[in-house]
Protein backbone atom coordinates (compact mmCIF):
# COMPACT_ATOMS: atom_id res chain seq x y z
CA UNK A 1 0.00 0.00 0.00
CA UNK A 2 1.10 3.31 -1.01
CA UNK A 3 0.52 6.67 -0.49
CA UNK A 4 -2.32 8.17 -3.31
CA UNK A 5 -2.67 11.84 -1.68
CA UNK A 6 -1.33 13.92 0.47
CA UNK A 7 -2.65 14.38 4.21
CA UNK A 8 -5.75 16.29 5.23
CA UNK A 9 -6.66 18.21 7.91
CA UNK A 10 -10.18 20.14 8.58
CA UNK A 11 -11.25 21.86 11.73
CA UNK A 12 -14.77 22.87 12.63
CA UNK A 13 -14.54 25.93 10.36
CA UNK A 14 -13.76 24.08 7.10
CA UNK A 15 -15.24 20.52 8.49
CA UNK A 16 -18.08 21.15 5.26
CA UNK A 17 -15.44 21.17 2.87
CA UNK A 18 -14.94 17.63 3.17
CA UNK A 19 -17.93 16.10 3.81
CA UNK A 20 -20.74 18.55 2.90
CA UNK A 21 -23.92 17.70 4.29
CA UNK A 22 -23.16 15.65 7.09
CA UNK A 23 -20.93 18.25 8.80
CA UNK A 24 -23.76 19.63 11.13
CA UNK A 25 -23.91 16.15 12.95
CA UNK A 26 -20.00 16.22 13.53
CA UNK A 27 -20.30 19.85 14.56
CA UNK A 28 -23.21 19.36 16.77
CA UNK A 29 -21.17 16.24 18.40
CA UNK A 30 -18.82 18.08 19.72
CA UNK A 31 -16.48 17.83 16.80
CA UNK A 32 -12.63 19.17 17.52
CA UNK A 33 -10.21 17.87 14.03
CA UNK A 34 -10.06 15.63 11.38
CA UNK A 35 -7.27 14.19 9.68
CA UNK A 36 -7.92 12.03 6.34
CA UNK A 37 -6.15 10.53 3.57
CA UNK A 38 -6.24 8.19 0.76
CA UNK A 39 -3.95 4.86 0.30
CA UNK A 40 -3.85 2.61 -2.71
CA UNK A 41 -2.82 -0.91 -3.33
CA UNK A 42 0.73 -0.66 -5.37
CA UNK A 43 -0.22 -3.17 -7.44
CA UNK A 44 -3.58 -2.16 -8.38
CA UNK A 45 -4.10 1.85 -9.21
CA UNK A 46 -8.01 1.33 -9.26
CA UNK A 47 -7.95 -0.04 -5.52
CA UNK A 48 -7.69 2.43 -2.94
CA UNK A 49 -9.08 3.18 0.73
CA UNK A 50 -9.57 6.39 2.55
CA UNK A 51 -8.72 6.95 6.28
CA UNK A 52 -11.08 9.71 8.80
CA UNK A 53 -9.53 10.06 11.96
CA UNK A 54 -12.06 12.37 14.01
CA UNK A 55 -10.96 13.83 17.10
CA UNK A 56 -14.51 14.20 19.06
CA UNK A 57 -13.41 15.45 22.27
CA UNK A 58 -14.19 12.90 24.57
CA UNK A 59 -15.46 8.65 24.27
CA UNK A 60 -19.44 10.21 24.71
CA UNK A 61 -19.08 12.58 21.61
CA UNK A 62 -17.41 9.85 19.68
CA UNK A 63 -19.87 6.71 20.36
CA UNK A 64 -22.41 9.78 19.49
CA UNK A 65 -21.38 9.93 15.78
CA UNK A 66 -20.52 6.17 15.69
CA UNK A 67 -24.26 4.78 16.73
CA UNK A 68 -26.45 7.79 14.40
CA UNK A 69 -24.67 6.54 11.47
CA UNK A 70 -24.55 2.47 12.56
CA UNK A 71 -25.22 1.10 9.28
CA UNK A 72 -27.93 -2.20 8.93
CA UNK A 73 -25.69 -4.47 7.01
CA UNK A 74 -22.86 -4.04 10.28
CA UNK A 75 -20.98 -7.10 10.98
CA UNK A 76 -19.34 -6.52 14.93
CA UNK A 77 -15.70 -6.56 15.10
CA UNK A 78 -13.55 -7.60 17.92
CA UNK A 79 -10.96 -4.69 17.64
CA UNK A 80 -12.79 -2.40 20.14
CA UNK A 81 -16.44 -2.45 22.13
CA UNK A 82 -17.46 -0.48 18.71
CA UNK A 83 -16.74 -1.49 16.12
CA UNK A 84 -18.08 -3.46 12.75
CA UNK A 85 -17.41 -3.92 9.16
CA UNK A 86 -19.42 -3.54 6.17
CA UNK A 87 -18.24 -4.69 2.43
CA UNK A 88 -16.24 -2.17 1.63
CA UNK A 89 -15.99 -0.05 4.91
CA UNK A 90 -14.93 -0.41 8.84
CA UNK A 91 -16.08 1.96 11.11
CA UNK A 92 -14.54 2.05 15.04
CA UNK A 93 -15.17 4.65 17.89
CA UNK A 94 -12.59 4.45 20.64
CA UNK A 95 -11.69 6.67 23.19
CA UNK A 96 -12.41 10.43 22.05
CA UNK A 97 -11.66 9.19 18.06
CA UNK A 98 -14.13 8.21 15.49
CA UNK A 99 -12.63 6.45 12.59
CA UNK A 100 -14.00 5.45 8.99
CA UNK A 101 -12.29 3.77 6.46
CA UNK A 102 -14.16 3.55 2.97
CA UNK A 103 -12.58 1.48 0.49
CA UNK A 104 -13.42 1.67 -3.67
CA UNK A 105 -14.38 -1.76 -3.63
CA UNK A 106 -14.90 -4.55 -1.50
CA UNK A 107 -12.01 -6.51 -1.10
CA UNK A 108 -10.65 -8.70 1.61
CA UNK A 109 -6.76 -7.38 1.20
CA UNK A 110 -8.12 -4.19 1.52
CA UNK A 111 -10.11 -5.00 4.37
CA UNK A 112 -7.08 -6.39 6.14
CA UNK A 113 -5.07 -3.56 5.39
CA UNK A 114 -8.14 -1.67 6.89
CA UNK A 115 -7.64 -3.72 10.32
CA UNK A 116 -4.44 -3.56 10.54
CA UNK A 117 -4.27 0.30 10.86
CA UNK A 118 -7.45 0.36 13.29
CA UNK A 119 -5.47 -2.25 15.58
CA UNK A 120 -2.13 -0.03 15.36
CA UNK A 121 -4.28 3.16 15.86
CA UNK A 122 -5.89 1.11 19.93
CA UNK A 123 -2.51 -0.02 20.22
CA UNK A 124 -0.42 3.51 19.78
CA UNK A 125 -3.64 5.48 21.75
CA UNK A 126 -4.50 3.07 24.74
CA UNK A 127 -4.14 6.28 27.39
CA UNK A 128 -7.20 7.45 25.21
CA UNK A 129 -9.25 4.64 24.95
CA UNK A 130 -10.22 3.30 28.60
CA UNK A 131 -13.32 5.71 28.73
CA UNK A 132 -16.55 3.73 28.47
CA UNK A 133 -19.99 4.58 27.92
CA UNK A 134 -21.53 3.47 31.41
CA UNK A 135 -24.72 4.60 30.13
CA UNK A 136 -25.72 2.14 27.96
CA UNK A 137 -26.15 -0.36 30.68
CA UNK A 138 -28.94 1.88 31.71
CA UNK A 139 -31.67 0.17 29.77
CA UNK A 140 -33.81 -2.14 30.50
CA UNK A 141 -32.84 -5.50 28.95
CA UNK A 142 -35.74 -7.20 28.29
CA UNK A 143 -37.20 -6.69 24.84
CA UNK A 144 -33.84 -4.79 23.73
CA UNK A 145 -32.42 -4.16 20.32
CA UNK A 146 -29.18 -3.62 21.43
CA UNK A 147 -27.47 -2.98 18.46
CA UNK A 148 -29.87 0.25 18.29
CA UNK A 149 -28.50 1.83 21.50
CA UNK A 150 -27.31 5.54 20.11
CA UNK A 151 -26.41 8.60 21.48
CA UNK A 152 -27.91 11.95 20.04
CA UNK A 153 -26.73 15.39 20.04
CA UNK A 154 -29.14 17.46 19.26
CA UNK A 155 -32.39 18.51 18.46
CA UNK A 156 -33.52 15.39 19.55
CA UNK A 157 -36.74 14.07 18.51
CA UNK A 158 -37.53 17.68 16.39
CA UNK A 159 -37.10 19.72 19.86
CA UNK A 160 -34.53 22.32 19.69
CA UNK A 161 -34.18 22.27 23.80
CA UNK A 162 -33.91 18.40 24.04
CA UNK A 163 -29.79 17.13 23.58
CA UNK A 164 -27.74 14.59 24.53
CA UNK A 165 -30.04 11.80 25.08
CA UNK A 166 -29.43 8.08 24.84
CA UNK A 167 -32.29 5.92 22.70
CA UNK A 168 -32.58 2.41 22.03
CA UNK A 169 -35.29 0.36 20.51
CA UNK A 170 -37.45 -2.50 22.19
CA UNK A 171 -40.31 -5.04 21.03
CA UNK A 172 -42.41 -6.05 23.39
CA UNK A 173 -45.66 -8.33 22.98
CA UNK A 174 -44.68 -7.58 19.11
CA UNK A 175 -45.05 -3.59 18.76
CA UNK A 176 -42.19 -1.12 19.14
CA UNK A 177 -41.43 1.62 21.25
CA UNK A 178 -38.15 3.69 21.58
CA UNK A 179 -37.11 4.41 25.41
CA UNK A 180 -35.10 7.63 25.90
CA UNK A 181 -33.20 8.95 28.87
CA UNK A 182 -31.30 12.39 29.47
CA UNK A 183 -29.18 12.59 32.27
CA UNK A 184 -29.03 16.82 33.14
CA UNK A 185 -26.90 18.53 35.42
CA UNK A 186 -29.93 19.34 38.57
CA UNK A 187 -33.13 17.76 39.18
CA UNK A 188 -35.13 20.98 37.70
CA UNK A 189 -33.46 20.79 34.33
CA UNK A 190 -34.65 17.55 33.78
CA UNK A 191 -38.40 18.84 34.76
CA UNK A 192 -38.31 21.50 32.57
CA UNK A 193 -37.48 19.76 29.78
CA UNK A 194 -40.28 17.42 30.41
CA UNK A 195 -42.78 20.24 30.64
CA UNK A 196 -41.25 21.99 27.93
CA UNK A 197 -41.30 18.64 25.67
CA UNK A 198 -45.11 18.58 26.44
CA UNK A 199 -46.23 21.59 25.29
CA UNK A 200 -44.13 21.09 22.32
CA UNK A 201 -46.11 17.50 21.26
CA UNK A 202 -49.46 19.32 22.32
CA UNK A 203 -48.40 22.50 20.21
CA UNK A 204 -48.18 20.29 17.33
CA UNK A 205 -51.13 18.44 17.62
CA UNK A 206 -50.59 15.92 20.37
CA UNK A 207 -53.09 14.98 22.72
CA UNK A 208 -53.24 14.51 26.35
CA UNK A 209 -53.99 10.51 27.30
CA UNK A 210 -54.68 9.09 30.55
CA UNK A 211 -52.41 7.02 32.38
CA UNK A 212 -52.35 4.77 35.71
CA UNK A 213 -48.44 3.95 35.98
CA UNK A 214 -47.20 4.69 39.14
CA UNK A 215 -44.70 7.41 38.37
CA UNK A 216 -45.34 10.65 39.62
CA UNK A 217 -45.15 12.51 37.33
CA UNK A 218 -45.76 10.69 34.29
CA UNK A 219 -47.89 12.31 31.36
CA UNK A 220 -48.53 10.52 27.98
CA UNK A 221 -49.65 12.17 24.58
CA UNK A 222 -50.86 10.56 21.42
CA UNK A 223 -49.70 12.51 18.13
CA UNK A 224 -49.57 10.99 14.71
CA UNK A 225 -51.23 7.49 15.67
CA UNK A 226 -48.10 7.07 18.65
CA UNK A 227 -47.54 7.51 21.82
CA UNK A 228 -44.94 9.26 23.89
CA UNK A 229 -45.11 9.10 27.59
CA UNK A 230 -42.66 11.40 29.41
CA UNK A 231 -40.86 11.54 33.19
CA UNK A 232 -38.55 12.67 34.88
CA UNK A 233 -36.69 10.56 37.91
CA UNK A 234 -33.64 12.71 39.71
CA UNK A 235 -31.06 14.16 37.54
CA UNK A 236 -33.13 12.02 34.82
CA UNK A 237 -35.72 13.31 31.68
CA UNK A 238 -36.80 10.25 30.36
CA UNK A 239 -39.80 7.88 28.96
CA UNK A 240 -41.23 6.24 25.97
CA UNK A 241 -41.02 7.86 22.09
CA UNK A 242 -43.60 6.67 19.36
CA UNK A 243 -44.99 3.19 20.78
CA UNK A 244 -47.00 1.65 18.30
CA UNK A 245 -49.97 1.19 21.60
CA UNK A 246 -50.76 2.80 25.33
CA UNK A 247 -49.81 -0.37 26.95
CA UNK A 248 -46.65 -0.45 25.46
CA UNK A 249 -45.96 2.78 26.75
CA UNK A 250 -46.69 2.10 30.09
CA UNK A 251 -45.15 -1.27 30.20
CA UNK A 252 -41.55 0.45 28.90
CA UNK A 253 -41.39 3.37 31.41
CA UNK A 254 -42.15 1.18 34.39
CA UNK A 255 -39.54 -0.73 33.27
CA UNK A 256 -36.98 2.07 32.38
CA UNK A 257 -37.84 4.25 35.38
CA UNK A 258 -37.40 1.87 38.05
CA UNK A 259 -33.66 1.20 36.38
CA UNK A 260 -32.99 4.62 36.63
CA UNK A 261 -33.83 5.06 40.08
CA UNK A 262 -31.49 2.07 41.03
CA UNK A 263 -28.66 4.63 39.52
CA UNK A 264 -29.63 7.87 41.32
Given at each position: ?190 EELALGYHTFLTNFGGTDVETNIRIRN ?47
Open positions: WITMTPPEAFGPDDLSEKINGKAELYLSSGFLHLQCQRFKAANQSNLWTEIFIYDMGNASNAFSVFSSQRRDDAEPLELSEFSYRTENALFLAYGPYYLEMVASAASESIFEMMQAVAENFIRDNQTEGNETITEQMLFPKFGLEEKSISLLSANVFGYHALDQVFIATYTLKNKQATAFFSRRKIPSEAATMVNIMDSYDLMFTCGFFFAGVHEAESPETAERLADMLYKRLAESN
